[in-house]
T-cell receptor, first 116, second 114 residues
Framework: AQSVTQLDSQVPVFEEAPVELRCNYSSSVSVYLFWYVQYPNQGLQLLLKYLSGSTLVKSINGFEAEFNKSQTSFHLRKPSVHISDTAEYFCAVTANSGGSNYKLTFGKGTLLTVNP | NAGVTQTPKFQVLKTGQSMTLQCAQDMNHNSMYWYRQDPGMGLRLIYYSASEGTTDKGEVPNGYNVSRLNKREFSLRLESAAPSQTSVYFC?????????????FGPGTRLTVT
């Protein structure tokens, strides 16, 4: 079984400041990792994913995350945030084998609030 | 493509009433999922269907039943609603394999049980 810990439930930052949302996972097998974003009163949208290859993955809107196997982490970063980045962010993990039926295990979420 | 659609968007039930939440996807995905989202709890898996004709319990199945009606549709039924089932319910779908393991989510159903 897998588990995910998002270390901060809320992260307030000022516009144009950098931000890091932390995610650690636990698993006895190799994993695939995801970050989802949820804007108010909406469903979840995939932000970025790590399946294999380069450990640094990037989204189209400036976020990036780095898979660190030794630290079992997948932290999300953005060098300069905008008001429009205000949302809740969820880290998720699945085992990269069919035995799990690729079910996702989610962290409890981090609410990012960007202030002017 | 509409993606994943859910009906209704909002529902208020009295304790003991029953209802069915509907979900449909038009992406030809094999797998479908039902989650509930509660403040501070993230998303918790209620039931899932890895393929048409199969369903399995997730983390919090008590009080719910599901039906995988066909490849497109996956419904969630509350037989006797309880206040503890007040939540936002999300349906998701995926087609695991060939480098594509993410799930696609519907807009959610906000359910209040009084």
């Amino acid at each position: 079984a897998q588990s995910v810990t998002q270390l901060d439930s809320q992260v307030p930052v000022f516009e144009e400041a950098p931000v890091e949302l932390r995610c650690n996972y636990s698993s006895s097998v190799s994993v695939y990792l995801f970050w989802y974003v949820q804007y108010p009163n909406q469903g979840l949208q995939l932000l970025l994913k790590y399946l294999s290859g380069s450990t640094l993955v990037k989204s189209i809107n400036g976020f990036e995350a780095e898979f660190n196997k030794s630290q079992t982490s997948f932290h999300l970063r953005k060098p300069s945030v905008h008001i429009s980045d205000t949302a809740e962010y969820f880290c998720a993990v699945t085992a990269n084998s069919g035995g799990s039926n690729y079910k996702l295990t989610f962290g409890k979420g981090t609410l990012l609030t960007v202030n002017p | 493509n509409a993606g994943v659609t859910q009906t209704p968007k909002f529902q208020v039930l009295k304790t003991g009433q029953s209802m069915t939440l509907q979900c449909a996807q038009d992406m030809n995905h094999n797998s479908m999922y039902w989650y509930r989202q509660d403040p501070g709890m993230g998303l918790r898996l209620i039931y899932y269907s890895a393929s048409e004709g199969t369903t399995d319990k997730g983390e919090v199945p008590n009080g719910y039943n599901v039906s995988r009606l066909n490849k497109r549709e996956f419904s969630l039924r509350l037989e006797s609603a309880a206040p503890s089932q007040t939540s936002v319910y999300f349906c998701a779908s995926s087609r695991p394999g060939q480098g594509n393991y993410e799930q696609y989510f519907g807009p959610g159903t906000r359910l209040t049980v009084t």
